[in-house]
């Protein structure tokens, strides 16, 4: 006998409306479960496919795994799934009629060993939702509790596995049901051990000619196993049995980076296995090098077949058929790989074209770009003459109907903006004011570049293409032209411009926020601030004015007035920057260490120094309004368009990613709790040695690294609970502030700005994403902010061995440097330098098995020996009996080369001279240790602040956001860089404030 329910379905529509929809729902007691094992065939009508006899358990995947990963559940390889109607539902509503077509066809094809339950039909099965239960947590529940049932229908006789992705459904389920177990899909790989080896679908990362590659949580141990797939492959791989499992090395190697240096130790073999298949090719152009001349005529003198050498060392040598390999010998040159035949062990590819001479600047940033596929063309025609115009003869003007829907802030409110020195793209400016009831007002004002940059116009397509404003060392490759990006877009001082403003009312004392306002304005920039003097501002030395330009021409009554005003202005918004940021270390916020430095080029673009960041608190305060504009803009867009708004989320990352750091803290007494990013942030305050401040900096570095990257994503795509920032501790974040640079933050606006149409009760008139759509254009920009990040970091490192090529190693200072010890390896260690913000591999043993030994008079020598490692240290013991151990942390005599390489990068090269700190001479020591105080002095101040605010010990765990910012100026040029920034760095620097400008947060 049917029962009837009604279901209850509430629908949003594109246009953020809920619909509220009930149908009848009709249970029963006997739907078809398609087991062999039924005791009931009639009864459940099995006719059709039926699931095979011959399997140990069935596997039940709960619908993220279904969404997610229906690629790797179509192998014939796994056997008795059974897809639960819940599943297959989400499926269908979340990721479009393409995906659930797959499913279906999966389900009818007879090859496959799956069938389709339908659990919400099934009297004994079907779980209403719960009120406030979520949607994805009832899901979990119904796919479950239909597990539990399946079970016992088939009299217990076959186990059941559920796989999931909750990783809070694992504990809460797992031992509930004796024979239903519950486990998280990484686990699937040690539950199939026991059938035929299992092949997954994966994306290769890492391979090259000379080592291993990784493949997710998979090692492919050399070349044969990689079966002629490439570094971006899609594959398929065989998971090979546990005996011939391998683990990651913990040797330091030619071309080892930082981040290889990481890793398990060989004790702990991690899941290996082969290349059986490749599913998607991943082959783009490579800038190669053709081999010398005496190599060319070794291959034979008429020889039109050359191997040339990629500049990548993940690729292997490519060969193309050419009679110009002598002359092209000096050059960097782009190939296409065309094929690779099952018998060759290198692939085929063609000519393309010719970048530069090696060695040559602009032939080597060329070789940047292509690597990372980064197009700097310029800007067409077609786009250009769309542009508006901003010309003595035809200057740009505020037009009376944008007069009438703005708010207009120019004569009420005191708008300013802090940038570094010369900095043209100014995407945001501040202000603070004093309301009539008392309370403040604090204004963040950002570009309204959307008002210039219609959806799917010529310029739109192209900055969505470019996705970011490309970064390097001596120059930058702009999302926008520059008559946004300079100009119109610009807020620059003086000059009235469009923005979108988010402003708060808050409260005199508390600065608990009362009121939020979000809209279009007019605003006019009345100083344009660089940082130092904004800072001198604040620390009360007001003898920088004559360097602010806005003042030289006022008289003393009106300077004097302005300069009060200003001042107050910029000690009210440090005052509730402290605030916002005490709350947030309270959550749990992070405070990471980056290793920053400016590179300093002379307009020939010569490199004439590497220089400390100096950190300043008017940085924290700029970043912390930043931080506050773009949690606000977050919760506006998605409280508007709750499944297709775009955010950013950083996930917490891997604990085992963290066992370096707790290892190396060890070493020094400290304890490094990771449960949470509040306990992590509490523990790293704690690591404090008062003898060597290099210390917690180390291990703050070491922590960044361990750090998953923040992405951006759709809201319609995952979980509310995944929209966590784990290193901001904000529920919801996004980026708003920076859209002269960054397409989000063009599509954050369009969604504000249909948001507040929506609040109006006014049409939409903004050209909005479907979640789906939404999700690929995250992918893309994701992509793009990767390649930004690498070729930035490229280009800071190809900087790095210019300034150290080809000097003299004994006569010249700058080669010689102190160093810190922060890891052992085997065969050396890894070696910060703080004085020029370096990190890099210290031999201990050569290619030649000799060991160092280090005299008295500061310098080394190679001699026959040993290593013996140690978990915190490393012994070097000579056959003559010398013996010198080095420990972690330790500070060390380094000397510093360029190791120049013909057909790769060139990279920096350290040699330890001694194992005792260098000297370094007064004026360097004065320059750093004033440096140093200025740091101590920022935290102390802000700390204390936080404790009178709080009334209660608050940690000094402050987001370091480090605005250094590369200008292009139409004159002389002042090149400013971020030394190094992690793949895996957390805070984006955002906005135009910036060390850095991008991908932090």
């Not at 490094?672 to 990013?677: G, K, L, Q």
Request: with cysteine.
């Amino acid at each position: 006998m049917l029962q009837k329910r009604e279901k209850v379905l509430l629908l949003r529509t594109f246009q953020g409306r809920t619909l509220r929809i009930v149908r009848e729902h009709y249970l029963r007691p006997s739907v078809p479960c398609n087991s062999p094992l039924c005791p009931q065939p009639a009864a459940c009508r099995n006719e059709g496919k039926l699931l095979s006899g011959d399997v140990t358990h069935y596997m039940i995947p709960d619908w993220k795994v279904v969404q997610d990963y229906l690629e790797i559940l179509e192998f014939p390889e796994l056997k008795g799934i059974i897809f639960m109607q819940t599943a297959c539902q989400a499926v269908q509503h979340q990721r479009g009629r393409r995906q659930y077509n797959k499913l279906r066809n999966l389900l009818k094809d007879a090859r496959h060993d799956c069938v389709l339950f339908a659990n919400e039909f099934q009297q004994y099965c079907y779980l209403p939702r719960e009120r406030g239960e979520s949607m994805e947590k009832w899901q979990t529940r119904s796919i479950y509790n239909a597990a539990v049932w399946y079970y016992h229908h088939c009299q217990d006789r076959m186990p059941i596995i559920m796989v999931t992705e909750d990783e809070e459904a694992v504990p809460q389920y797992g031992s509930e049901t004796e024979g239903v177990f519950v486990i998280s899909f990484k686990g699937i790989l040690n539950v199939n051990k026991h059938r035929a080896q299992i092949e997954a679908f994966v994306r290769l990362q890492g391979a090259s000619s000379k080592d291993s590659g990784l493949v997710s949580d998979i090692l492919i141990h050399g070349m044969k196993a990689r079966n002629r797939s490439i570094h971006g492959d899609m594959v398929v791989v065989e998971l090979l049995p546990n005996s011939e499992w391998k683990g990651r090395t913990v040797a330091l190697c030619e071309n080892d980076g930082d981040d290889k240096a990481t890793g398990e130790s060989p004790s702990e073999p991690m899941p290996t296995g082969r290349v059986v298949g490749i599913l998607q090719k991943n082959w783009r152009d490579y800038v190669v090098t053709f081999p010398s001349k005496e190599e060319v005529q070794s291959q034979g003198k008429n020889a039109q077949k050359i191997l040339v050498t990629p500049w990548d060392y993940r690729i292997p040598k490519i060969r193309i058929s050419t009679q110009q390999a002598e002359a092209l010998q000096d050059f960097r040159v782009v190939v296409r790989i065309d094929s690779w035949e099952s018998t060759s062990v290198y692939p085929n590819g063609h000519f393309v074209r010719v970048l530069g001479r090696i060695g040559d600047l602009e032939g080597e940033i060329a070789t940047i770009l292509v690597e990372n596929n980064i197009s700097v063309a310029p800007f067409s025609e077609a786009q250009m003459c769309k542009m508006p115009v901003n010309t003595p003869e035809n200057p740009w003007k505020v037009s009376p109907e944008e007069e009438r829907e703005r708010r207009d802030l120019r004569k009420t409110h005191l708008v300013f903006s802090i940038d570094p020195k010369g900095c043209e793209d100014v995407d945001d400016t501040l202000s603070v004011r004093t309301l009539n009831n008392g309370n403040l007002e604090l204004g963040v004002h950002i570009a309204d570049v959307t008002h210039f940059v219609a959806p799917n116009s010529y310029i739109d397509i192209e900055a969505k293409t470019r996705a970011t404003t490309y970064y390097l060392a001596d120059r930058r490759y702009d999302m926008l032209p520059s008559i946004l990006s300079s100009d119109l877009c610009s807020l620059l001082g003086g000059v009235d411009r469009y923005a979108v403003s988010i402003m708060w009312e808050l409260d005199k004392t508390s600065y608990e926020i009362k009121k939020v306002w979000y809209g279009r304005t007019i605003i006019r920039s009345s100083y344009k601030l660089f940082y130092e003097a904004a800072q001198e501002l604040l620390d009360g030395n007001f003898k920088i004015i004559d360097d602010i330009p806005e003042f030289r021409d006022l008289d003393e009554r009106s300077r004097q007035a302005k300069l009060e005003e200003l001042v107050w202005a910029i000690g009210k918004l440090t005052d509730i920057a402290r605030h916002v940021r005490a709350k947030r270390d309270l959550c749990g916020a992070l405070e990471l260490e980056g290793v920053e430095v400016r590179v300093q080029l002379d307009e020939k673009k010569n490199i004439r120094d590497l220089i400390p960041k100096q950190p300043l608190e008017v940085h924290e305060t700029v970043a912390e309004c930043m931080i506050l504009a773009n949690h606000w803009a977050a919760k506006k867009i998605w409280e508007s368009f709750p499944h297709q708004a775009l955010l950013r989320q950083h996930p917490p990352p891997h604990q085992e990613f963290f066992s370096e750091l707790r290892e190396c803290a060890k070493a020094k007494g400290f304890f490094i709790d990771t449960r949470s990013n509040k306990t992590l942030a509490d523990s790293l305050d704690n690591a404090n040695d008062p003898n060597d401040p290099i210390v917690n900096r180390l291990l703050r570095s070491m922590a960044t690294q361990a750090m998953s990257n923040a992405l951006y994503f759709s809201t319609g795509s995952c979980a509310e609970e995944e929209f966590h920032h784990y290193g901001l501790a904000l529920d919801k974040y996004t980026h708003f502030t920076s859209p002269i640079r960054r397409y989000a933050d063009i599509i954050v606006h369009r969604l504000l700005m249909a948001a507040i149409s929506k609040d109006k009760k006014m049409e939409v008139k903004e050209n909005l994403f479907s979640n789906k759509d939404l999700e690929e254009l995250c992918r893309h920009i994701n992509n793009r902010n990767r390649a930004a990040q690498h070729s930035q970091k490229q280009s800071t490192e190809l900087f790095q061995c210019m300034y150290f090529k080809d000097k003299d190693q004994e006569m010249e200072e700058r080669c010689i440097a102190d160093g810190v010890i922060y890891s052992i390896r085997t065969n050396g260690v890894l070696v910060f330098i703080p004085r020029f913000g370096i990190k890099g591999a210290a031999y201990l043993k050569n290619k030649d098995g000799l060991v160092i030994s280090c005299g008295p008079d500061s310098h080394s020598e190679w001699k026959p020996g040993s290593l013996q490692r140690f978990q915190n240290k490393i012994t070097s013991t000579t056959t003559g009996g010398e013996s010198i151990t080095f420990h972690l942390f330790d500070h060390v005599t380094v000397r510093i080369s360029v190791q120049a390489s013909r057909c790769h990068s060139d990279t920096i090269r350290l040699e330890i001279m001694s194992n005792k700190p260098y000297m370094i001479p007064d004026s360097e020591l004065l320059h750093q240790s004033s440096l140093l105080l200025k740091s101590d002095l920022v935290k102390e101040v802000t700390r204390s602040v936080e404790e009178a605010q709080l009334a209660q010990e608050v940690k000094g765990n402050i987001i370091q956001e480090d605005f250094q910012k590369y200008c292009q100026t139409k004159g002389r040029s002042l090149y400013m860089l971020l030394e190094e920034i992690r793949d895996l760095a957390l805070l984006d620097v955002s906005d135009s404030h910036g060390i850095g400008n991008t991908h932090l947060q």
